[in-house]
């Protein structure tokens, strides 16, 4: 009876335990629960929470009041919040503001305009000046403007001379003054930071000047750097009278960028690289010395330029032994270096329509037509002789660009 009595106790006992043990992990349930209730209330307060503005702090009037540039509006007098340092308040600072009350309820880090921040370049292109042909002298004078005052400043400060700030490229279109660029950041070991200059033309007044005073501090932070503005035509015309409110924008950003270039703040180890093929349109203010010290023109290539950038596309093709560089060369006259590279590739199409491996000079003489077709004319030759400069025999076309 007394076992039994004992068993019945030690049931009741482990029974308690269990209930105990059950409670703890109720309580832990609740207490999980708990927090994810509250968190789910903060989301929903977030959620139904009018959104905060941001704005730019003009000037601080006195301890409880500053003027600030809204996004959304007008200039706002209004108030500071008292956890604000003010210490921290300078001009120019980017601030929270309340949509209630427009209070300065917080600072913003600095930063710079995400479509600025996007400029850097960070992986440097694989273009070499090697890759360049027909351009010795464009070359000679870009590394003399970029690069030697960038790796050898010292020699400036010997001399006494101030270094150049930068250069302005202008010829027809497809001639290498983007590939000159490329080349430039290549070589250098600079920051490299490029934009076209159509991304300065902004909708709304003063986000373009904005955004070229955020450019240049950030080129300032990251000197050495070199900035390349691509088709600078776009904001940098010849300013007029009379116009639209749209061409009244452009006109103060290219304004911003006249100050950038030879302003108070001086551009130290930061080198400008424009590019254009319409400088006839270019706002005379920003041609003149001290603002682009070099203005180097980029020509249609000539015979011997016309050779080396044939070289060059055609370095890692499989050629026959009938062609003939040079002739080809002579047979392209007023073509681009963008023209031949387009006929390189146009003639290995042709041999893989002939299920060739190797490009024959034909396929050249092919490819020429078809891309040079408004600039090439088909002669006749009636000689009767072999002609070795082309090798073309008699009653066989010649082809000669006009």
Known sequence: MSESRERRFQEVLDYVKYLEQRIQEMEAEISLLRREIKYYKQEIDKLLAPPLIEGILLEVLDNNRAVVKSTTGPNLIVGISG???RSKLLPGTYVVLNQRGSAIVDILPKREDPVVRA????????????????????????????????????????????PPKGVLLYGPPGCGKTLLAKAVAGESEATFIRLVASELAQKFVGEGAR????????????????????????????RLDIGTSGEREIHRTLTQLLAELDGFDPLDNVKIIATTNRIDVLDPAILRPGRFDRIIEIPLPDANGRFEIFKIHTRKMKLSDDVDLRFLAMMTEGASGADIKAICTEAGFSAIRSNRTYVTQEDFIKAINKVLKNRVKQYSNTSNTYDYATGLKDNEHRYLVI
Do not use: C, W
């Open 119 to 162: 400029m850097e370049v960070i992986e440097r292109p694989n273009t070499r000046y090697s890759d360049i042909g027909g351009l010795s002298e464009q070359v000679r004078e870009l590394r003399e403007v970029i690069e030697l005052p960038l790796k050898y400043p010292h020699l400036f400060r010997e001399l006494g001379i101030e």
């Open 83 to 85: 956890n604000i340092d």
């Open 211 to 238: 955004m070229v005073r955020e450019l240049f501090a950030l080129a300032r932070r990251k000197a050495p750097s070199i900035v390349l503005i691509d088709e600078i035509d776009a904001i940098a015309a010849k």
